[in-house]
């Protein structure tokens, strides 16, 4: 026994799994949001601070003026003591400006404050950059101006807003979007549990019915209660309900009958002992009489137990699962070995029982089936043939190679009655005995062999066989079954 067993496999619950892909698209997108969020915070908080500061840079470009000649000229900022205090005035964020003269020198403002990469210049053009200065991040607008007079190259102007007021309005933002979904998320939650919840509840009304009715209903249910999705399900079980009617049926069908056959011989078992033990208790001691009834006891009790071994056949040719375990058969030898069990019963009945077929395997009788299956389907069709022909008749064991070898042809023939061509389709089924003979058995041959055959993908075929031969008989028309079996291929192992 091995010391850790294997965990049973968890039940799967469909609410839980349509819950778990509704919630799991939320809590991804519930990040994705916060960084969207974050994005488009920043956005709306830059614009009206960097409008501001693109004004500032603007102003400080007009108080910058150009002295002297065409490349001479000596770049001047004229900004009031007043309008450098304004800039220094702000109490969250430091303000830097910067004004570069046309070599690169240094004019006015903060030296600290960077000036931007090799990039296009274009006149009067207002940029922004994201800058450090002192190792503080810093938003920077700046533009290049010019005299009209002065030529050459072109003044640089920045102006620099370190990031306090942006990031407290961008929190500010940032919290009255994000803490209503605070409150909306779990919200959202529970109504999709509680949607879920009234969404399922038909499946469990549906469950209810089923457990409320009894063993023995088996009608369908009614499709149109259920919900749309669910109505595949209720037809599929609808259907499996008619199967098992129609099984179970079936089955009680043949118990009945089953139970009728044996009732006959356990009768006459039963009768004849009675009659043997008054016989001995009124002092007659008539052996004769003591030996008809002992006869008629083990006639009884051997219809009983034929009776027992055909129902004992019949559920094993109904077994799905020994159907499913297949191998290659010799059909020949099966035949062949059939026929030697019943040459004594042959003998005993003065019939002249035959085989005609290949002697040795050599292949081309050989299918894929049951070997146990196949050998009761040839007793069946041999004792049926034996029981209905007269004394002094034939019965055949045929055996035929398919030519293009893609069948295997078994006949089993007689020179008995036959059976009329109204009774053909009757004579398969459980039970049934041709009308007009007197012939012992119990009914349940042929519906073997039908039940048989059709686990190995062949059907049988009845017909006359004098008529088929082309001559006549004093005994009658005769029986000719026919199956054809589809070949085995080659390679696979035969059955010992």
Do not use: C
Not at 214 to 243: C, G, Q, Y
Not at 333 to 352: G, N, S
């Amino acid at each position: 026994m091995p010391l850790f067993q294997p965990f049973p496999p968890e039940r799967r619950s469909l609410f839980g799994e349509i819950l778990d892909w509704m919630l799991a698209p939320l809590l991804v997108l519930w990040p994705m949001s916060l960084a969207l969020t974050y994005a488009v915070a920043q956005n709306i908080a830059n614009k009206p601070y960097d409008r501001d500061l693109g004004e500032m840079a603007r102003t400080i470009a007009r108080q910058v003026s150009f002295e002297g000649g065409k490349g001479s000229a000596q770049v001047r900022l004229r900004l009031p003591e007043v309008a450098t205090e304004l800039l220094r005035a702000d109490d969250t964020d430091r303000v830097y400006f910067r004004v570069l003269g046309a070599r690169g020198e240094h004019v006015a403002g903060d030296t600290d404050l960077p000036v931007p990469d090799a990039e296009p210049v274009t006149l009067d053009e207002l940029r922004f950059r994201d800058d450090e200065v002192q190792s503080e991040p810093v938003r920077v607008a700046y533009l290049w101006v010019q005299g009209v007079a002065a030529g050459g190259e072109p003044s640089l102007v920045q102006v620099a807003e370190t990031l306090g007021k942006r990031s407290r309005l961008t929190t500010e933002i940032i919290k009255g979007v994000i803490i209503p979904q605070f409150v909306i998320l779990p919200v959202a939650v529970f109504l999709v549990w509680l949607a879920l919840a009234r969404g399922i509840r038909p499946l469990n009304e549906l469950q209810q019915r089923i457990r409320r009715r009894r063993s023995e209903d088996l009608s369908p249910i009614d499709e149109f209660e259920a919900p749309e999705e669910v109505a595949p399900l209720v037809r599929a079980i609808n259907d499996l309900l008619a199967r098992l009617d129609q099984s179970i049926g079936t089955q009680k069908h043949f118990l009945a009958d089953a139970a009728h056959q044996l009732k006959t011989p356990l009768a006459g078992l039963r009768t004849q002992a009675e009659l043997a033990q008054r016989e001995i208790d009124s002092g007659q001691q008539d052996a004769r009489s003591l030996k008809r009834s002992l006869q008629q006891i083990a006639h009884s009790s051997q219809r009983a137990a034929h009776m027992v071994n055909q129902l004992l056949s019949m559920a094993r040719a109904e077994d799905k699962e020994s159907a499913l375990r297949k191998q290659e058969v010799r059909l020949s030898r099966l035949a062949r070995e059939v026929v030697r069990d019943f040459v004594p019963r042959a003998m005993e009945k003065r019939i002249d029982l035959g085989y005609e077929g290949p002697e040795h395997d050599d292949g081309l009788t050989r299918l894929i089936g049951q070997p146990l299956l196949i050998r009761e389907l040839i007793r069946n069709l041999v004792d049926n043939a034996l029981q209905y022909t007269p004394a002094g008749g034939e019965v055949t064991v045929r055996v035929t190679p398919d030519p293009f070898g893609q069948v295997v042809v078994l006949q089993v023939e007689d020179s008995g009655p036959g059976i009329p061509e109204a009774e053909r389709e009757l004579v398969f089924r459980a039970f049934y005995r041709a009308l007009g003979t007197h012939t012992d058995g119990s009914g349940l041959g042929l519906a073997i062999v039908k039940e048989i055959a059709s686990q190995h993908d062949t059907t049988v075929t009845l017909t006359d066989a004098n008529t088929r031969a082309g001559d006549a008989s004093a005994q009658g028309p005769g029986a000719l079954f026919t199956l054809r079996f589809p070949r085995a291929t080659t390679g696979a192992p035969a059955a010992a």
